[in-house]
């Protein structure tokens, strides 16, 4: 015998809340917010953010960088994004777009199921490889909790690896072709970290 309508929407009432727990409940986005400083004095932001999986899905990483330095005849302005794909714990998908006072550029790492194609276009360089070997370790990471065991980072930015090596507790020594970066944390928190520069270092600290 066919449903009254009456009877059909008391059904279709009864069913509601069990649809509504049958959906997927997603993870809350981690942040991690900077202050960039050059000299004492705050000249940018930086934003770390981390989107956990569902399911299947990717877990996605973003790094962004809001930078405006004026000194006398030092004058730079930059804003970059990473975005990194990452499944199983590996890397998928890293980009990287930058805008800055000297033009735009670009960045791009994509597994392609049995190598990576690295393409990295930036200010006063341009590098190109094939990557065989899973990439399971970035600079993005470091942002989210110390390289323990760690000896090495991609370099999203750079398509290339800066070296990792542990200066102390709770200190690292990140370090690429003359560059040397210093990661700070406490209690497994990134709390500062400096960027070495011949003329200033940037100093970028963890806000509260």
Known sequence: MALKPRWCG??????????ARSQTVRPALETRRYAIEVAGLRV????????????????????????KVNFLFYHLKIYYQVVNRVRNGQLLLSTVTAHT????????????????????DQYKHHYRATETQP?????????????TGQHKAFAEYFGDYFAVA?????????????????????????TTLIKKNPLKNFIIRLLP
């Not at 006072?101 to 990295?120: C, L, P």
């Not at 990439?135 to 390289?147: K, Q």
């Open 135 to 147: 990439i399971t370790y970035t600079v993005t990471d470091m942002f989210f909790g110390e390289p």
């Open 166 to 190: 542990r200066a102390a507790a709770g200190r690292y020594r990140a370090q690429r072709d003359g560059r040397e970066d210093e990661y700070q944390y406490t209690n497994g928190q990134l």
């Open 44 to 67: 940018g932001t930086m934003t770390a953010t981390h989107q956990p999986p569902v399911g299947t899905a990717e877990a996605v990483y973003t790094l962004t960088s809001d930078v």
């Open 101 to 120: 006072n000297q033009g735009d550029f670009a960045s791009r790492a994509e597994w392609k199921g049995d190598h990576y194609d690295i393409v990295a």
């Open 10 to 19: 008391l059904l279709a009432l009864c069913g509601l809340p069990l649809a």
